[in-house]
């Protein structure tokens, strides 16, 4: 008998971003490094892939914005109440 991998949907891995952010404290309009998050995921099992697909998906939902660099976020009002 085979196992096939389940892969989690975009929504499901930014359930755990949201999570790892709550983890930090973060607040809204607070500075964050996504690097310690991204890291930590992989380390549970996600794959880089999966991880930067739903970075750009909350991006582009305005859950966070740039803050000086791509190495650090800002967490938005709308990416805080989705918490």
């Known amino acids: 008998m085979s196992s096939l991998a389940t892969v989690p949907t975009t929504e499901q891995v930014e ?9 930090l404290n973060v607040r809204s309009g607070e500075i964050f490094e996504p690097l310690r998050i991204h890291m930590k995921l992989q380390q549970q099992g996600l794959r880089a892939a999966e991880i930067n697909g739903a970075l750009q998906s909350m991006g582009d939902k305005g859950w966070f ?11 938005t009002d709308a990416g805080y109440a989705a918490i």
């Not at 755990?16 to 709550?22: C, E, K, N, P």
């Not at 914005?65 to 967490?75: G, I, P, Q, V």
């Open 15 to 23: 359930r755990r971003i949201l999570d790892q952010i709550a983890a």
């Open 65 to 75: 914005e740039n803050a000086s660099s791509l190495k650090f976020l800002k967490l």
